[in-house]
């Protein structure tokens, strides 16, 4: 995700810094992105949170849907009443709480991945064809996009699962759909913006083919506000995808996903408040530190908000 | 900018036939058997089920079947509810009042608290105050609000039991829906404590649905003042030596104004949604949760009346947000 082109030369030229000329645009855009103390917060929390997913089930003290039937609802390891054994507690059928939300690491950050990787290729693809090509393949295009933009989203997505089934892969499949229109429409007002720049008539005039104008030529250029909405993106997938889990339309018990989890904690939540707490910060910790990045990546890479 | 406005309304036409087919095929088109979702009848005889698919209109081609709901939905039928056998749209006009009630209060928390924080952060520029509202802000709007609806009830109602759990207002009062608003209904209704009991209700709900919007609009707020308070009118205006309240009050925040009421206009959508999770929390008799209990039925009809309705109301407000912003905003209507 970040070995990109940075398309802005000229404010590299305005930020003048010796690290944009000496280590490229990757290294400036690192300047940039550093300077946000948040952003590299975000960043070192998502990292730690993609080492948790790759090493829970080496690191997890137990299997999260082994069930420890003699010990329920057992509270934190310092409460009174705890075990040293299940340090954030049991849930209602003896799962161990630490296993379960190393483990809902690994679901939400494939949700998002999966996700933001649909709905970025679908998007982008539709975008680039809508402003290359404008007249009808842009008004039909871009009409559906509104037509999917004018429904609530998680409404919208909760009516597919529905018809489509409920369950975690139709429910990336419902927010992959609903969150398209942002990428389609991003990506449309940057090529009309670059369609016409001298770099792509010329390769025009060289005798570059559609393809190549699109995808080789112009898409690069596109790049920058493609890339803070994917970040935004993958932060509201992990959210809506846990919210159709709360609601009993995502991943279904005992997969250890964290909307899941808070679905099947709800009647607890007068009796056994860490069974309720602990999925739910994990996820507003997880969506937290993705949002620091994108806001970091807006800055660094927007070249309006870099001067201010 | 009478043809602005004449164009922007037509392109509104093509959207509203999108939005009918999608509210009208999703369901159609993918649903296993309508036959058996409506009648609930499982072991069916073929002959029965031919029956039925005839009675219910299944057995015409799709196009007509779109046509005739389009035309019961212009004439204000919207179908009737497989649970509950009553009107779809009866049924909305009931429960609208609910979420209306709910999303006002919401948005109400929002502007209020979110638009001075904007500002005052703007103005703090880099202070504690404003690293502390642009910190919050970001919570606020990374938050699982099914779960902030939790550890609400969990805190003040369970802990301190300050707040009632669910449902609009206790069981002990009783009275006639007039308006549909709890709040001015238990006022007309004069019986002691119905008030406080309505508001009581709303807190935490409020504040639920309320949180993104505010955290947004706060965010929004903040930026729109620091682009204007780096305009040259405004150095202007604090060189000739106005009172800097009168600078940031009078010049930098009415044009600071213009992208924040479209960012409230446009989190419509946004409470839409947040509705179905916060209605689902509290029990709050309103739309959202009534699209999921018809959800969980398979109750199409309502599903599909639902959707259509809430799509053309956040259309329709988008629009009229589009069109104000115009209104505001000259330039707008130059291109």
């Known amino acids: 995700m970040t070995d990109v082109q940075v398309p802005d030369a000229e404010s590299a030229e305005e930020v003048a810094l010796p690290a944009g000329g000496r280590f490229g645009p990757l290294g400036e855009l690192w300047h940039d992105f550093a300077r946000s103390r948040g952003a590299v917060l975000g960043l070192v929390v998502f990292l730690l949170l993609i080492l948790m997913a790759l090493l829970a089930p080496l690191v997890a003290p137990y299997d999260p849907t082994q069930q420890f039937q003699q010990n329920i609802l057992v509270p934190p390891a310092w409460l009174p009443g705890g075990m040293a054994a299940f340090p954030l507690g049991t849930d209602a059928v003896g799962h161990d709480m630490l296993s379960r939300i190393m483990h809902g690491a690994r679901y939400s950050l494939v949700i998002g991945f999966i996700v933001v990787t649909m709905s970025l290729v679908c998007g982008v693809v539709l975008g680039l064809l809508a402003g290359y090509f404008r007249g009808w393949v842009d008004v039909v295009v871009m009409r559906v996009m509104d037509i999917i933009l004018s429904f609530p989203s998680l409404l919208l997505a909760l009516v597919l699962v529905s018809v489509l089934g409920r369950g975690l892969f139709n429910a990336m499949i419902a927010i992959a759909l609903v969150l398209q229109p942002h990428f389609a429409r991003l990506t449309r007002a940057a090529v009309m913006a670059e369609k016409n720049r001298e770099y792509v008539i010329s390769a025009r005039v060289a005798g570059a083919g559609h393809l190549r104008l699109i995808f080789l030529t112009i898409l690069p250029n596109c790049l920058a506000p493609l890339i803070v909405q994917a970040t935004l993106s993958f932060s509201n997938a992990i959210l809506e995808a846990a919210a159709l889990g709360f609601l009993g339309l995502g991943a279904q018990p005992p997969t250890p996903e964290w909307g899941t989890m808070l679905a099947d904690a709800r009647d607890l939540i007068l009796r056994a408040w860490w069974v309720v707490t602990w999925p739910g910060l994990a996820i507003l910790i997880t969506v937290l530190a993705i949002n620091l990045m994108g806001d970091g990546l807006r800055d660094a890479l927007d070249p309006k908000l870099k001067r201010s | ?335």
């Open chain 2, 1 to 335: 900018m009478l043809s602005f406005f004449l164009k922007r309304v037509a392109l509104v036409i093509p959207t509203l036939i999108g939005i009918s087919i999608i509210s009208f095929g999703l369901i159609r088109v993918l649903s296993v058997d309508p036959v058996q979702l409506l009648s609930g009848e499982h072991a069916m005889s073929p002959e029965r089920h031919a029956e039925l698919m005839h009675q219910f209109g299944f057995d015409r081609p799709i196009w007509v079947q779109y046509l005739s709901y389009v035309g019961g939905v212009l004439h204000g039928d919207f179908g009737v509810s497989i649970t509950t056998k009553t009107p779809v749209l009866t049924q909305f006009g009931t429960l609208f009042p609910a979420t209306l009630e709910l999303a006002l209060c919401a948005m109400l928390l929002a502007v209020v608290v979110g638009i001075p924080a904007g500002i005052f952060a703007a103005v703090k520029r880099g202070s504690w105050f404003d690293q502390l509202a642009t910190g919050t802000a970001l919570v606020g709007y990374s938050m699982p609000i099914f779960w902030w609806g939790l550890l609400l009830i969990i805190v003040f109602s369970g802990g301190l039991h300050w707040t009632p759990v669910s449902g609009r207002i206790d069981l002990q009062y009783f009275f006639k829906a007039r308006t549909g608003f709890m709040l001015i209904d238990s006022l007309l209704s004069g019986q002691k404590g119905a008030f406080q009991s309505a508001v009581s209700h709303l807190i935490l709900p409020s504040i639920v649905l309320g949180t993104i919007p505010l955290a947004v609009i706060a965010r929004q707020t903040r930026s729109a003042m620091l682009e204007v308070l780096g305009e040259d009118y405004v150095r202007t205006a604090r060189s000739k030596g106005l009172p800097p309240r009168r600078v940031v009050g009078l010049h930098a925040f009415r044009n600071a104004l213009i992208p924040v009421v479209t960012t409230i206009g446009l989190q419509v959508g946004m409470l839409m949604a947040g509705a179905v999770l916060t209605e689902s929390i509290f029990s709050w008799p309103g739309i959202g949760k009534w699209m999921i209990d018809a959800i969980g039925h398979r109750d199409y009809a309502v599903v599909q009346g639902g959707l259509l309705i809430i799509a053309t109301i956040v259309m329709a407000v988008n629009l009229v947000v589009d069109l104000l912003y115009a209104v505001i905003n000259p330039r707008v209507r130059a291109r």
